[in-house]
């Protein structure tokens, strides 16, 4: 059984940061693609972030040179680093993995950007 767990969500100030982890139980390059989506209130789940088994990131463009994905050496965690958040940014961030026709979902973090 897969389970992705999220941490790291909190309350920041306009222009703050803060860093995400997704903790996989085995490693994250077992994954085809691990990623970030975030869903606020009203809205549908979009995609923030991602990156491929090979090591290749995705961004959303409103993210772009603010959010910076990596994995940790022991591969079995990923990290959203969030800097120069915005109010807009605030939402419920899930990571997701990707495994052949799989795909699973932690339980999501809530990040809150005060203006």
């Known amino acids: 059984q897969v389970q992705l767990v999220e941490s790291g969500g909190g309350l920041v100030q306009a222009g703050g940061s803060l860093r995400l982890s997704c903790a996989a139980s085995g490693s994250t390059r077992s994954f085809n693609v691990i990623g970030w989506y975030r869903q606020a209130p009203g809205k549908q789940r979009e995609f923030v972030a991602a990156?491929?088994?090979?090591?290749?990131?995705d961004y959303a463009n409103s993210v772009k040179g603010r959010f910076t994905m990596s994995r940790d050496n022991t591969e079995n965690s990923v990290y959203l680093q969030m800097d120069s958040l915005k109010p807009e940014d605030t939402a419920v961030y899930y990571c997701?993995?990707?495994?052949?026709?799989?795909?699973?979902w932690g339980q999501g973090t809530q990040v809150t950007v005060s203006s």
């Open positions: 997701n993995a990707k495994r052949g026709i799989y795909a699973y």
């Open positions: 990156i491929s088994s090979g090591g290749s990131t």
